[in-house]
């Protein structure tokens, strides 16, 4: 019996030991992916995960387990809720409205650009963050007669800074809580973050301010920053229609109630077009006016609010037959202009094949069959409003169409006969849904409400992220459930799941603990601030070069033995991890805003160097400093 125990031990030995050779094999080469780039990190962390099963390092339930990790989980709903607070304008009416108050003093706008960013970053995604208000900013430093590239590095790392503010701000914070969940250990609260962030954050303004004005002084200013996209009001200009919206409303006294727009043939008896109308919806909550397409089935109803376009003569004749109030404002003034909610616009070429060449708008019957509106053609340098319907079309004619975005996608499809300029879906998403956006500030500081009290009101944090979830999709604060879909970041989502898979082996077959053995034995001199300071090290370290939610992944496990090996409380430790994973900046590549700003900033690789380091080396004897007095060892 002693000699079949034995023997057990023994291949149990050498299976452990191939094992651990497998797995720091399987990591070195991820790693080394990670680096080359020339895969997509999720790709590659799939690899490492397929490569660990078909090992037998871990089980393919074990492996998969990430999948289902309650971090993660919150990751993919968060990404759905700040989806929401962007498409909704929240958060650039916010942020725009604090960077107004800089004015034009370039050092009050370094630190309004730095405080704001941050904020934002705290509870939305800081690539997000990032990406709405770069133009904002480059925008108010030519305004200001600033060098831009004083002002992009530091939002990027005021992205990167905010993160650390909120349990929410970035994945390492949700990941390193969940492993202490995971484990039997509480987790942090949603603002135990919050006094070590601002903290970094008030250094970070410090040091950053004569940093950037020391070592980016000479660098030229871009000339060409400015996003030369068309937006759909621009259109409208272009068009010379925006002077031609008049909005009508319908009174008691209008003929117009309970008829239909075909029946009525409004267009052919006053050459009048209507594109919208907007009603109260009484049978809703939130929304106080519904947007409305308009065709030939469409019933008027008292209080609706028309949209029309045509000729001042032919609008005031129309208003004066059927008994309408004219709006003097024109429809593009402020307060009362022409949105893009659920209606939109495009402009459609005709193709030289198309069916439709030689036809007529009217003979087509264009608007029941498409369920759009023809509102302008352009041919060549020439624009027709008048009488359009009667005009034959002919190759190359441009058509300005408005209708529900639904319908304006639809055409886009129809490739045989005309190309769409633009992507409809992609311009929809852009148009925020501003009149969302109370209802979705709502729904989010309710969350975040729900996750501070967590405790107090048993509902834990996960159930709270997925129910504000559910409720921007339901309460279309996004434009729809596959808008919803398309907020949630999967490349990041895969990369942190499959690479849990990693985090799993190197638990089980001990190399964690191995790794944490051989940390607190080559500093224990030092103490547990040494073991501490050693962890910051090498996750700074691992984050400069892999992505933050990667490194986190690898780094918990050994952070969480090492606090164990010297019998103190993980927290500390855990807290470490997860700062030092965001707390990168000497590289273009360590986070995806440093590699954003770097062409509005004319920035080269020596640059992020110059910077970063110092910064990085500061903030790492900062958090040294700062989280064992808030997390005693």
């Known amino acids: 019996m002693d000699a079949i125990v034995s023997l057990w031990m023994l291949l149990w030995s050498d299976t452990q030991t191939l094992h651990q050779a497998l797995t720091i094999l399987i990591f070195l080469v991820t790693i080394i992916f990670f680096l080359i780039g020339k895969i997509r990190s999720d790709i590659v962390a799939l690899g490492c995960m397929a490569a660990l099963m078909l090992c037998g390092i871990v089980t393919p339930k074990a492996a998969l387990s990430g999948f289902a ?8 709903f968060l990404f759905v809720v700040g989806g929401a607070i962007f498409q909704t304008g929240l958060a650039k009416y916010i942020a725009g409205r604090f960077l107004r108050l800089a004015g034009t003093n370039e050092k009050n706008l370094f630190f309004v650009v730095m405080s704001v960013t941050a904020v934002v970053a705290a509870f939305v995604s800081n690539t997000g963050t990032v990406a709405m208000l770069l133009p904002i900013v480059l925008a108010m430093a030519k305004t200001a007669g600033v060098n831009p590239s004083r002002l992009m590095m530091p939002l990027a790392f005021a992205s990167s800074m905010g993160g650390v503010l909120t349990l929410i701000g970035t994945p390492p914070n949700l990941i390193v809580d969940g492993y202490l969940r995971d484990n039997g250990r509480p987790g942090f609260g949603f603002f135990e973050f919050t006094p070590i962030g601002l903290v970094l954050l008030l250094v970070g303004l410090i040091c950053l301010y004569p940093l950037c004005r020391l070592l980016l002084s000479s660098k030229g200013k871009s000339e060409d920053d400015a996003n030369d996209d068309k937006s759909l009001n621009e259109l409208l200009h272009e068009y010379s229609i925006d002077n031609k919206i008049y909005r009508l409303q319908i009174k008691g006294e209008s003929h117009l109630v309970g008829h239909s727009v075909g029946e009525l043939e409004i267009h052919q008896r006053y050459d009048v077009r ?37 000729k001042p003569e032919s609008i005031e004749a129309f208003a004066k037959h059927c008994a309408l109030t004219i709006c003097h404002d024109k429809a593009t003034e402020e307060n009362s202009q022409l949105d893009f909610y659920e209606l939109g616009m495009a402009e459609m070429l005709l193709l030289p094949e198309s069916h439709f060449i030689g036809q007529t708008l009217r003979g087509m019957n264009f608007r029941k069959n498409f369920g759009v509106n023809v509102v302008a053609i352009k041919r060549g340098d020439e624009y027709e409003y008048d009488e359009i319907q009667d005009v034959t079309l002919k190759t190359g004619d441009m058509l300005l169409v408005h209708g529900d975005w639904h319908g304006i996608e639809g055409l886009s499809r129809k490739r045989r006969e005309w ?54 999709v339901l309460t279309r604060c996004i434009r729809s459930a596959d808008a919803a879909y398309r907020a949630i970041g999967w490349e990041s989502i895969v990369l942190i799941a499959a690479m849990m898979s990693m985090s799993v082996a190197l638990s089980e077959t001990g190399l964690s603990k191995i790794i944490a053995d051989s940390i607190v034995s080559g500093l224990q001199s030092f103490g547990p601030y040494g073991v501490l300071a050693g962890i910051y090290l090498v996750t700074s370290l691992l984050s400069t070069f892999l992505s933050n939610s990667a490194t986190a992944i690898l780094v918990a496990p050994i952070a969480w033995e090492a606090a164990a090996k010297l019998g103190v409380d993980p927290h500390a430790f855990m807290m470490t991890a997860a700062v030092a994973a965001s707390a990168v900046f000497a ?24 910077v970063g380091v110092p910064l990085q080396v500061i903030m790492m004897i900062v958090s040294l400093l700062v989280i064992p007095f808030f997390f005693p060892l």
Request: aromatic letters at 6%; glycine letters at 6%; proline letters at 7%.
């Open 419 to 472: 190309v769409t300029i633009g992507r409809p879906q992609d311009i929809a998403e852009n148009e925020p849904l501003t009149h969302k956006a109370p209802l979705a500030s709502i729904i989010m500081i309710l969350m975040i409400i729900a996750m501070v009290f967590a405790d107090q009101i048993g509902v834990a944090p996960v159930t709270s992220v997925i129910t504000a979830g559910v409720l921007i």
């Open 587 to 610: 590289t273009p590549i360590c986070t995806p805003p440093n590699a954003m700003v770097m062409t509005a900033g004319r920035y080269t690789f020596a640059d992020y160097m110059r």
């Open 274 to 310: 209507l594109l919208e109308i907007r009603r109260a919806r009484r049978s809703a909550f939130f929304n106080a006016h519904l947007q409305e397409g308009v065709l030939p089935d469409t019933i008027f109803r008292l209080g609706d609010t028309l949209y029309a376009v045509g």
């Open 69 to 76: 990790n309650t971090a993660v989980i919150i990751m993919v």
